[in-house]
């Protein structure tokens, strides 16, 4: 007899790349980097931020993001959410603390707040729903682009000394960091976009190889220095609620917000899923430059959160597809009913030998009394 097997619901999208960095945690829990490892590794984390945005420079193409300006409208809202209401209840989270979260939690959470929103999630997302993908693909670039310089402003004024350790120097250090090899990508575009192209594959595991490494890098000087005994199974229950409820609101806010705007039910689709997520490959090499040492706790509310969104936003993509399919249905079954009736009355059945005969008869009787008349 077949044993049954275990099958995961569709609907419950389990992300490899998501083990992957709790298996890098867990790595770090276990075996911190110290010494000269640690020192090693801090530097080759810094060089693989530095890679992580020069290849994000050399992938954004300047006449698509410049094309997507048609709809700026669209990406005008999509930023509004994005830099604008998430940080707006960042701060308002700030009534939570020391209630539910703990000073460095809500670091973290408002942190995640002004992250620019992702773009491959989104874009996957939009495609499932029948929404509108290029305006999702232009979106999610914009949020990215405008992300580099705008994050760490907003971090600069919003977080301030509170920071764990945000200062000037840190705004220098994305700069250099970040900013100065996007710009060296996006000039030298021209040339190594076609080395790009045909090593896709390849680059995605140095994107996400060097994304690991950062984390790694991050919880282990968080070991080191004894950060994660000051976080509670109960804190991180409680962060996770919050956070719930955060993508909730924002969800709520950008399916409404769209419809009372205008928008039509594609473009709706794509503000939805990218105006109420936030990237996890932006933001983590961002928090490593900007907290130093106390990154780990302030990439952990961001990466709870990104789980959260997958889970939640592939169930509502295929809500969405659902009810695009039977929209569909009902429009092809209305047209096909409204086709029969005028052919029916149009072209009437042929009338058989006998009954052709009749009605010879009867126009020949009618005529005949109409005659005598």
Request: hydrophobic share 55%; aromatic share 8%; net charge positive.
């Amino acid at each position: 007899m077949r044993r049954p097997q275990l099958k995961i619901p569709s609907w419950l999208p389990v992300d490899g790349y998501i083990l992957a960095l709790v298996g890098t945690v867990v790595l770090a829990a276990l075996l911190p980097a110290t010494g000269a490892v640690a020192t090693g590794a801090e530097g080759a984390s810094t060089g693989a931020v530095a890679l992580l945005f020069f290849l994000y420079g050399a992938r954004l193409s300047t006449r698509e993001a410049m094309d997507g300006l048609r709809h700026w409208r669209l990406h005008l809202t999509v930023l509004a959410f994005t830099f604008a209401v998430f940080p707006l209840l960042g701060l308002a989270a700030r009534g939570l603390v020391p209630y539910l979260l703990t000073p460095q939690l809500y670091t973290g959470l408002l942190f995640l707040c002004l992250v620019p929103s992702t773009i491959q999630s989104s874009i996957a997302f939009t495609s499932i729903a029948r929404g509108n993908v290029a305006a999702a693909i232009c979106a999610g670039s914009f949020s990215s682009l405008v992300g580099i310089v705008i994050t760490p402003l907003l971090a600069a004024v919003l977080l301030g000394g509170d920071g764990g350790g945000f200062s000037a120097d840190s705004l220098l250090s994305i700069v250099f960091q970040l900013l100065v090899p996007f710009l060296a990508g996006q000039l030298l575009r021209r040339w190594i976009s076609g080395f790009l192209t045909r090593n896709k594959k390849v680059l995605g595991y140095v994107d996400r190889g060097s994304i690991l490494l950062v984390v790694y890098t991050a919880f282990s000087t968080g070991m080191v220095q004894g950060i994660w005994s000051k976080v509670s199974f109960w804190r991180l229950a409680e962060l996770v609620a919050v956070e719930a409820v955060l993508l909730a609101v924002m969800l709520t806010l950008t399916t409404y917000g769209s419809r009372k705007l205008g928008f039509r039910r594609a473009d709706r689709i794509a503000i939805t899923f990218a105006g109420s997520k936030k990237s996890l490959a932006a933001g983590l090499p961002m928090a490593s430059v900007l907290f130093g040492a106390q990154a780990s706790l302030a990439v952990l509310p961001l990466m709870l959160f990104h789980q959260m969104q997958l889970m939640v936003c592939a169930v509502i993509a295929k809500r969405y597809a659902r009810r695009a399919e039977a929209a569909e249905a009902a429009e092809a079954a209305e047209a096909a009913e409204t086709a029969e009736i005028p052919g029916t009355a149009e072209q009437p059945a042929a009338a058989g030998p006998g009954e052709e005969d009749g009605r010879s008869r009867a126009v020949s009787a009618d005529d005949a009394v109409g005659a005598r008349r």
